[in-house]
């Protein structure tokens, strides 16, 4: 095996699920978290308390508050929020070897740039071999050893079969593909539309409002990866299709359940109040909505969710205005 090191860079749920994955892999990992708590907390007691408590990490795992120390490492997962992917892959580029490959891991579009993950990476850490981990997978279940299946998308065909050796374990397996657009995209609009999905639950609009909000915003997320260069197959697999059902079928998902809040009643406000986790459809809806003005991509569920997160509606107008829209060609 080419890889024998790991360095995560980002110890939240999913950053410390991976490591654990890439522990169970026979990889040596070093976790690298900003909190000194979570530092603390994990030599302490080898459980990140407070991003995924009640795991007790593998012993492959070792944790360190200094991006630095991840400059040795042979292979890099990237793991921050998608808005602080560009600062967080900027204070590590002094570190970063040419040629090491980073697998990015976070799912969302920057705001303001509007770029992709894979961009930002490009511009940050040009000499960085890039890779795109996405799929159906919640933290919480991955690191229990529950299995998952995720989207491993690399252009260069034998690194990516290498890297998806590497990162399998038991129960977790990557499917492989070399389109990183198409596998960029349904992680990040997934969010949103999963934002869309519990409002609708929250409401109570039933199961078949339900069925018709993911399948409309699958034909959404379709549209914008096409639009952006990805290939429909891409975004139909694990990455795409596979990630927005489950995202929008739990209330274990941050996003589903920041709908769910809003069709209740509470303001977005309350909704999000008190939480250290990121619900990244929340952070990434204007930009959606700014690309899919940019590209003229019809995404009206999408637009809706960022006028509903913006203030500028109320869920009873969302229904509405989704409802009264022109009828026409499925397909279209
Ligand atoms: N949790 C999951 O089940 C899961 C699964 C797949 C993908 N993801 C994706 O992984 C990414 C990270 O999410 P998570 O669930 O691990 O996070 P989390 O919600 O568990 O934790 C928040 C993270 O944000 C980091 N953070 C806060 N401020 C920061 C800053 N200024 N700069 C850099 N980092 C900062 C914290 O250190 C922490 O790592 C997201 O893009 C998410 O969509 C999450
Ligand atoms: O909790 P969420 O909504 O961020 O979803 C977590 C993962 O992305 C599901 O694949």
């Not at 024998?4 to 890439?22: C, S």
């Not at 090491?100 to 705001?111: A, N, Y």
């Not at 997320?221 to 290939?231: H, I, K, P, S, W």
Request: aromatic share 4%.
């Amino acid at each position: 095996m080419q890889f024998k090191t790991a360095g995560v860079i980002g110890a939240g749920a999913w950053g410390t699920a991976l490591a654990q994955v890439a522990g169970w892999a026979g990889l040596d990992v070093l976790l690298q978290a900003r909190e000194p708590e979570v530092v603390e907390s994990i030599h302490a007691r080898r459980v990140n308390e407070a991003f995924l408590p009640g795991i007790v990490l593998d012993d492959h795992v070792s944790v360190t508050a200094d991006l630095a120390d991840l400059g040795a490492c042979d292979l890099i997962l990237a793991v921050p929020p998608a808005q602080h992917m560009r600062s967080t892959l900027a204070a590590f580029a002094a570190h970063h070897r040419p040629g090491v490959p980073v697998v990015l891991c976070s799912k969302g579009i920057e705001r303001g740039s509007l770029k992709l993950m894979t961009e930002v990476l490009a511009e940050t850490l040009p000499d960085a071999p890039a890779a795109v981990l996405s799929g159906p997978s919640f933290a919480a279940e991955v690191a229990r050893g529950l299995p998952s299946a995720v989207t491993l998308a690399c252009a260069d065909e034998a690194l990516g079969e290498e890297l998806m050796w590497t990162l399998s374990a038991p129960g977790f397996r990557p499917y492989l593909a070399t389109d990183l657009i198409g596998a960029e995209v349904g992680g990040a609009i997934k969010n949103v539309l999963a934002i869309a999905c519990g409002m609708s639950e929250g409401r109570g609009l039933g199961r078949s409002a339900h069925a018709a909000l993911i399948t409309r915003g699958f034909a959404e997320m379709t549209r914008m990866g096409v639009a952006l260069g990805g290939q429909a197959e891409t975004v139909a697999g694990l990455c795409g299709l596979g990630d927005l059902v489950l995202t929008c079928s739990s209330p274990q998902s941050r996003n589903m359940s920041l709908g769910l809040a809003l069709g209740q009643g509470q303001t977005v406000e309350q909704a999000l109040a008190g939480k250290r986790s990121v619900a990244e459809g929340y952070e990434s809806a204007p930009a959606v909505r700014e690309l899919a003005a940019k590209m003229g991509v019809d995404m009206p569920i999408s637009l809706a969710v960022a006028a509903l997160l913006n203030g500028e509606t109320t869920v009873a107008a969302v229904i509405d205005n989704l409802l009264s829209r022109p009828l026409k060609v499925e397909r279209h």
